[in-house]
T-cell receptor, first 116, second 113 residues
Framework: DTGVSQNPRHKITKRGQNVTFRCDPI?????LYWYRQTLGQGPEFLTY????????KSRLLSDRFSAERPKGSFSTLEIQRTEQGDSAMYLC??????????????FGPGTRLLVL | KQEVTQIPAALSVPEGENLVLNCSFT??????LQWFRQDPGKGLTSLLL?????REQTSGRLNASLDKSSGRSTLYIAASQPGDSATYLC????????????FGTGTRLKVLA
């Protein structure tokens, strides 16, 4: 296992279309995070899963956003009716949990979304 | 609400210079602090992780310090090289159950050959 993977790496879509991103965490990592990063800013937390349970959602995650992690493995982030303001880099991270070192998050390469 | 600030926002130095990047946070109740490197259009590469009980961590030419009581961390880069050019981000982990990261806005470093 070489780390967290995300697909696609780049996505260009027209306003109003739906898009879905996938994140495959490091195997046996039970914690999974999604972050969003806009140009010139640091990443901002979107949502968190422990195994298959979504335990926290940021107020940044509007009703148009939904995330799932079926069976506690990979996760998907869907954006419905995309808006130009959704253009950003979407980052996924995972951690094994269980103690201080276990909370270190390992980040994927990100999915860059451009909404035209 | 935890806020993380990084100063300066951008820095340009000649090759070989030692430099210090600063990170400050408003709430000292952190679980740990991590420094990342981000190349343009890429994901995050972890550089150093400091647990809340630690004062510093070192890796090669990098040294990160943490002063929880004053809400500050510094990243020291010795003998800078053009390959060090990137954006450096610091992030703190809250002591809540989710351990989510709160990031600063980053320092954009350019090392001139």
């Amino acid at each position: 296992d070489t780390g967290v993977s995300q697909n696609p790496r780049h996505k260009i879509t027209k306003r109003g279309q739906n898009v879905t991103f996938r994140c495959d965490p490091i195997s046996e990592h039970n914690r999974l995070y999604w972050y969003r990063q806009t140009l010139g800013q640091g990443p901002e937390f979107l949502t968190y899963f422990q195994n298959e349970a979504q335990l926290e959602k940021s107020r940044l995650l509007s009703d148009r956003f939904s995330a799932e992690r079926p069976k506690g493995s990979f996760s998907t982030l869907e954006i419905q009716r995309t808006e130009q303001g959704d253009s950003a880099m979407y980052l996924c991270a995972s951690s094994p949990g269980g103690g201080p070192r276990g909370e270190t998050q390992y980040f994927g390469p990100g999915t860059r979304l451009l909404v035209l | 609400k935890q806020e993380v600030t990084q100063i300066p926002a951008a820095l340009s130095v000649p090759e070989g210079e030692n430099l210090v990047l600063n990170c400050s946070f408003t709430d000292s109740a952190i679980y740990n602090l991590q420094w990342f490197r981000q190349d343009p259009g890429k994901g995050l590469t972890s550089l150093l992780l400091i647990q809340s009980s630690q004062r510093e961590q070192t890796s090669g030419r990098l040294n990160a310090s943490l002063d929880k009581s004053s809400g500050r961390s510094t990243l020291y880069i010795a003998a800078s090289q053009p390959g060090d050019s990137a954006t450096y981000l610091c992030a703190v982990t809250l002591t809540s159950g989710t351990y989510k990261y709160i990031f600063g806005t980053g320092t954009r470093l350019k090392v001139l050959a």
